[in-house]
C-alpha cells in the first residue's frame, strides 16, 4: 500500500504555484528585456523570442506521458530540478561571445520543462487535494501566479536596474515636465553643441536638457525648411519626421547597430477587392449595417521631446561604455520612445563627442501638469543580468528542496508500472481516445470555447477603449491613467473576485454556483456598455466600473476552472486537463483575433452591445451541462 503523507494546502500550493509562474515570465517576458539591454535588435528579439510560446501551446500532445510514466510529484520535482539547473546555464553564459545563441537555447529547454511542470503542478493539485479544497484553493493559486507575474516583471528587473546604475559611470538623470500653459516650441537640437562640458572631472555623461519642459498640445502644422525652401507640413508628418532624423542620427553616429529594414508589403495586398473606402466589401457592409454613425473625428497628435546627451571624455582605446535609459518615475504619459528607437547607446573614443538622442512623446490628452524622470545606467550590464538569473536559479534550488518535504504523498499518485515502449504508446493513444469518449464530451468542448467568448473579446479592447480619445468612442485616459485603472485596480478586482469565487464554490459546489458565477461573468460587462454611452468620464467613475467586471470575470471564472477540473476526473486526469487547458487557449484566441476588427468596423458601443449579445453563449453553454452536485462541496465524511 502506497505510504500518504497530508501536508496543509497553505505549506504549498502558494509557493507550488509561485514556481508555476516565474519560468513563464522568465521566458516570455525577462528575456526580451535582457536581449533589449544587451544590444539584440528589435527585429531579432521578436522574431526568437516570439517562438518561444510555443511548448504552452503544444503542451497537451505530450501531457499524456506525464500521466502514463512515474508519478506528479516525481515529474514536478524533476522539472524544478531542470529549470534550476537551466537558469544557472543562462546566468552563466550570458557573459560568454556566443550569448544570444546559447541562451536562446537554454531558454528553449526551459519553456519546454516549464510547461511540462504546469502539466504536472495541476495534475498533482487534483490528485493531492478533496473535490472541496480543490474548489476552495483555486482561486489561492490564482493569485499566487499573478503575484509571481508581478514579481518577475518588476522585483527582478528592478534588481538588474540596481547594478546597472551602482556599477558604472553617475547616472544620467533627464526629467521632461509637460504644461498644458507651456506654448508650443520646435525642439531645439543645436543646444547641446554650445555646452561647456567638464573636461577635467570624472567621465560623465552630460546635458543641457536635463529639466526640459514641453506643451502637451502639438500644433496642427509646423513651418519647416528643407533645403532651404519653407514649407509646411501635419503635425504628424513632422513627427515622424523628427523620429527618423533621431534614428538615422543615432545609427551613422555608431551610436546604435543599424537594423535591415523589413521588405515591402507585396503589391498584392492592395488588389484585394475593396470598397470605395478601401475597405473589404464584407467590412463595409458590416460596417454600414450594425456600425455607429459617429462624426468624423479629426485626432490630435501626441507632442514630442528630443533631448541629446554626451560623454564629456574620450574612452581609452577599444574601451566601450554602454548607456541604457528607461523610465525611472512619474506619469507614464511621458513616454520614452522604446519600440522604433534603441535607447542603448555604445561610446567608444570614436563617437564619444558626438550626440546620442532621446525622443520622447507627451500624451495629448493631458489636462494638469504632468512630469516624468528617466535614467540612464553605464554599468556592468552582462553581469546583472548574470545576478538576475543566478537569483532565479537559486530560487528554484530552494523550492525544490523544500517542496521535496513539503509535498504530500498522495495515495492516488501511485504512477504506472506499465513501462514498455509498447504500453506506453497504447496508453499514450487511449488517453486522446477516452478524452472523447468521455459522457458530455462536445458538450464541454462547446463550453470550453464559449463560456469566455464575452471576455475574450473585450479583454483585447479595454486598454485601446480607456486611452481612444472621446470623440473617438473612448474614455480620453492618459497612459498613467490607465495603468492604474487597469494595471492595479483592475488586478485588485480580479483577484478578490477569485478568492472569493474558490470559497462560494467551496461551500456550495460548482452545480449550485454555475449560474451565478455565469451570470457574474456576462452582467459585469455591462458596466463598458454604460462607460460608451455616459456622459460622466470621471476617474472614480471609470475604476468602479473596471473593478466591478474584473471582480465578476474573476468570480465567474471560478466555476470555468473548476469545470476542467471537473471534466478532467477518472483516468489519465492530468493528461485531459492539459487538453482542457488547450480548448481554453484556443476560446480565447480565435475570437480575440478578430475582436479588433469588429471594433473598428462597428464602434465601441455597438462592440459592447455584440459582446453582451455574446453572453448569450456564456449562458446558453451552461444550460447543457451535468455536474454532480457534490463536486466541489464539503461533505461530512462517513465511517466504512
Given at each position: 500500500m502506497s505510504k500518504t503523507t497530508k501536508r496543509n494546502p497553505w505549506a504549498w500550493i502558494p509557493t507550488l504555484y509561485f514556481a508555476q509562474g516565474l519560468p513563464y515570465v522568465a521566458v516570455m517576458t525577462i528575456s526580451v528585456i535582457m536581449y533589449k539591454r544587451l544590444g539584440i535588435s528589435n527585429t531579432d528579439i521578436a522574431l526568437y523570442t516570439g517562438w518561444l510560446y510555443l511548448p504552452w501551446v503544444i503542451k497537451p500532445f505530450w501531457s499524456p506521458f506525464v500521466d502514463i510514466i512515474r508519478t506528479k510529484r516525481w515529474w514536478t520535482l524533476t522539472m524544478q530540478w531542470i529549470i534550476a539547473f537551466a537558469l544557472a546555464g543562462i546566468a552563466f553564459t550570458i557573459p560568454t561571445p556566443f550569448f544570444f545563441q546559447l541562451t536562446l537555447a537554454i531558454f528553449w529547454i526551459v519553456g519546454f520543462t516549464s510547461a511540462t511542470h504546469d502539466i504536472a503542478a495541476d495534475g498533482f493539485y487534483m490528485l493531492a487535494l478533496s473535490e472541496h479544497e480543490q474548489s476552495l484553493y483555486v482561486g489561492v493559486r490564482s493569485t499566487f501566479y499573478r503575484v509571481a507575474t508581478v514579481a518577475g516583471q518588476g522585483l527582478l528587473v528592478i534588481i538588474a536596474g540596481l547594478i546597472e546604475t551602482n556599477s558604472g559611470l553617475e547616472p544620467l538623470r533627464v526629467s521632461v515636465d509637460a504644461d498644458p500653459a507651456v506654448e508650443w516650441s520646435a525642439p531645439d537640437m543645436t543646444a547641446i553643441y554650445s555646452a561647456e562640458a567638464d573636461l577635467q572631472g570624472e567621465m560623465q555623461f552630460f546635458t543641457p536638457a536635463a529639466q526640459t519642459r514641453v506643451a502637451t498640445v502639438a500644433p496642427r502644422e509646423v513651418s519647416v525648411s528643407v533645403n532651404g525652401r519653407d514649407s509646411v507640413m501635419p503635425f504628424k508628418a513632422y513627427a515622424a519626421m523628427m523620429r527618423d532624423s533621431v534614428k538615422h542620427c543615432n545609427e551613422r553616429n555608431g551610436f546604435v547597430a543599424a537594423e535591415v529594414p523589413a521588405s515591402a508589403k507585396s503589391a498584392s495586398v492592395d488588389a484585394t477587392p475593396a470598397s470605395k473606402n478601401g475597405e473589404g466589401s464584407f467590412t463595409a457592409w458590416v460596417r454600414e449595417t450594425f456600425g455607429e454613425q459617429r462624426e468624423p473625428y479629426n485626432e490630435r497628435d501626441n507632442n514630442i521631446a528630443i533631448v541629446g546627451l554626451r560623454l564629456n571624455r574620450r574612452p581609452a582605446p577599444g574601451e566601450e561604455i554602454v548607456l541604457n535609459v528607461t523610465h525611472k518615475a512619474g506619469d507614464q504619459s511621458i513616454k520614452l520612445e522604446q519600440n522604433a528607437l534603441s535607447t542603448r547607446f555604445v561610446f567608444t573614443e570614436a563617437n564619444w563627442d558626438k550626440t546620442a538622442w532621446l525622443y520622447y512623446e507627451i500624451d495629448h490628452k493631458l489636462t494638469a501638469p504632468a512630469s516624468a524622470s528617466f535614467e540612464g545606467a553605464s554599468g556592468n550590464i552582462p553581469m546583472a543580468w548574470l545576478v538576475v538569473f543566478a537569483?532565479?536559479?537559486?530560487?528554484?534550488?530552494?523550492?525544490?528542496?523544500?517542496?521535496?518535504?513539503?509535498?504530500?504523498?498522495?495515495?492516488?499518485?501511485?504512477?504506472?508500472?506499465?513501462?514498455?515502449?509498447?504500453?506506453?504508446?497504447?496508453?499514450?493513444?487511449?488517453?486522446?481516445?477516452?478524452?472523447?469518449?468521455?459522457?458530455?464530451?462536445?458538450?464541454?468542448?462547446?463550453?470550453?470555447?464559449?463560456?469566455?467568448?464575452?471576455?475574450?473579446?473585450?479583454?483585447?479592447?479595454?486598454?485601446?477603449?480607456?486611452?481612444?480619445?472621446?470623440?473617438?468612442?473612448g474614455l480620453g485616459l492618459t497612459t498613467g491613467q490607465v495603468g492604474i485603472v487597469y494595471g492595479t485596480v483592475g488586478i485588485i478586482g480580479l483577484t478578490i473576485g477569485g478568492i472569493i469565487g474558490g470559497i462560494a464554490a467551496a461551500k456550495g459546489g460548482l452545480k449550485k454556483w454555475l449560474w451565478p458565477m455565469a451570470w457574474s461573468m456576462s452582467l459585469t460587462c455591462l458596466t463598458f456598455v454604460y462607460l460608451s454611452y455616459a456622459s460622466d468620464h470621471s476617474l472614480l467613475v471609470v475604476n468602479i466600473c473596471v473593478f466591478i467586471e474584473q471582480f465578476g470575470y474573476g468570480f465567474g471564472f471560478t466555476a470555468y476552472m473548476l469545470y476542467l477540473i471537473y471534466f478532467s476526473e477518472g483516468r489519465h486526469k492530468t493528461a485531459h486537463y492539459a487538453i482542457c487547458t488547450g480548448f481554453m487557449a484556443l476560446g480565447m484566441m480565435l475570437p480575440g483575433m478578430a475582436a479588433g476588427w469588429l471594433q473598428e468596423t462597428i464602434g465601441y458601443r455597438h462592440f459592447f452591445i455584440w459582446t453582451m449579445i455574446c453572453c448569450a453563449a456564456t449562458i446558453g453553454v451552461c444550460a447543457f451541462l451535468k455536474i454532480d452536485p457534490n463536486f466541489g462541496r464539503k461533505t461530512e465524511s462517513k465511517k466504512d
Open positions: 537569483v532565479l536559479s537559486a530560487f528554484f534550488f530552494i523550492v525544490a528542496v523544500y517542496h521535496s518535504w513539503a509535498l504530500p504523498r498522495p495515495a492516488s499518485d501511485s504512477g504506472n508500472d506499465r513501462s514498455s515502449a509498447g504500453n506506453i504508446m497504447r496508453e499514450f493513444f487511449d488517453t486522446f481516445k477516452t478524452f472523447f469518449q468521455k459522457p458530455q464530451v462536445w458538450v464541454a468542448i462547446a463550453f470550453m470555447l464559449l463560456y469566455r467568448l464575452p471576455e475574450a473579446q473585450l479583454v483585447k479592447l479595454i486598454n485601446p477603449f480607456l486611452l481612444d480619445p472621446i470623440d473617438k468612442g
